[in-house]
């Protein structure tokens, strides 16, 4: 039995892997992560995958469906995002009909919060795995290849007798020790000149995205994470083979991203992978999502097992908007952070999100002006998104805040992030242009562009990082990014 599982085409360099899936201002372009899981987990059973990103090769919706019909597969999955859903809709509906036969399912966060809305958006729509989906993906392939019955798998969504099917959720997967190396399947798929194509603007190029953990323990109102009030590991054992699989099998690479959403979430684990990594010799450099949380003993051990970089989301330090999303930290404790990392001598990335709950323009620029303060290597600040299924999506319904439901509106004609939630008192469009102003007051200060010039000439691995970044920022610099028949006066 064929499998295809398909990233499929969209604008250039679209990450829907993404939290907050865009083209991005600093060039940064996703793995396909969860579906190169699946794939490998589909493997170990002996089908015949075939993983595709269409983004990655710059396929246009021909191309794919050229390729499509070619393999001629039994099975094609399908990554979807929300602001790419009516194109991946669109997609699948044409492979549908090119290929005789074909079961067409669709995963991804949009279709597990909406499976009967996206159903019924394609009647070439035939299922939709939802949450978790390894399991259901290789459950649902097996049945497809013995004629068994669909209404027996956990977690799928499906047309069964001119209806919709809905049957009950899976349970999550708890030993994590089952998935493949993702590392392995992109090696086997893409090859190093794929890998290359991927790119990850505070990280050495080129780089693996891995993940050592599924879920996250918090429950940020606004993400819209899988998987989230939960948290599986793989164990520190496990994790490290990865590592040597990649030292040794893809020498090319620089760094490894470890994409879980909270990496040293549990200090026992994170130093045990830290002892592991010293005493089996890797020299390679890693990075990771992290919560201001992480204390000093922490920092120092990772950075001694070659830690590298910090992706951390301070979103604001304004205490009523950060219990208005349920952060769980405070000003002190991000300041605090900061000193730790750099006593620890790691890298920041900092993410701000402008437009939370609770924001006005007033508490917008003290964010901004905080950035300043922390000072982190890199920053992103964006506008809040509303995805489906999150909690902040219906806060905005609630209220009457969003612009439009059109998905494809949560983008710019450029594919960077828009924003549809326009209040009385802070419109979309001086959201984003307070967004825009940000990063340039941020960027733009002559202390932070000289500290630029001096670490690539203290640290040349590094130049090659800076430049690119930075000349994918800069390009969007002075463009407008939001479109004016979306500007909402209230």
Known sequence: MKILMLNPPFLPRFSRSSRSPAVTRGGTFYYPYYLAYATGFLEKEEFDVKLIDAVANGWSHEQTIEFAKNFDPDLVVIDTSTPSIFNDVEIASKIKIAVEGVHMCLVGTHPTALPEETLKMSVNIDSICRGEYDYTVLGLAKKIESGGDLRTIDGLSFRFGGKIVHNKSRLLMQNLDELPFVSEVYKKHFGIEGIKKYFYASLMHPQVTILTARGCPFNCSFCPIPFKASYRARSPENVVEEFEYIQSELPEVKEVMLEDDTFPVSKERTLKICKLLKERGIGLAWSCNARVDTDFETLRAMKEANARLLCIGFETPVQEVLDNVHKRTNREIQIEFMKNARKAGILVHGCFILGLP??????????????????????????????????????????????????????????????????????????????????????????????????????????????????VFFKFLVRKSIPEEFVVEH
Not at 370 to 376: G, Q, R, T, V
């Open 358 to 471: 609770g924001d006005t323009k007033e508490t917008i620029s003290e964010t901004i002006e905080f950035a300043k303060e922390l000072n982190p290597d890199t920053i992103q600040i964006y506008p809040m998104m509303v995805y489906p299924g999150t909690e902040a999506y219906e806060w905005a319904k609630k209220n009457n805040f969003l612009v439009t439901e059109d998905y494809s509106k949560w983008l710019t004609p450029d594919g960077l992030h828009n924003t549809v939630i326009s209040r009385p008192n802070l419109t979309n469009q001086e959201l984003v242009q307070m967004c825009d102003e940000g990063r340039k007051t941020f960027y733009l200060r002559p202390s932070y562009v000289f500290s630029k010039v001096k670490q690539m000439i203290t640290h040349p691995s590094e130049s090659k990082r800076i430049l690119k970044a930075g000349k």
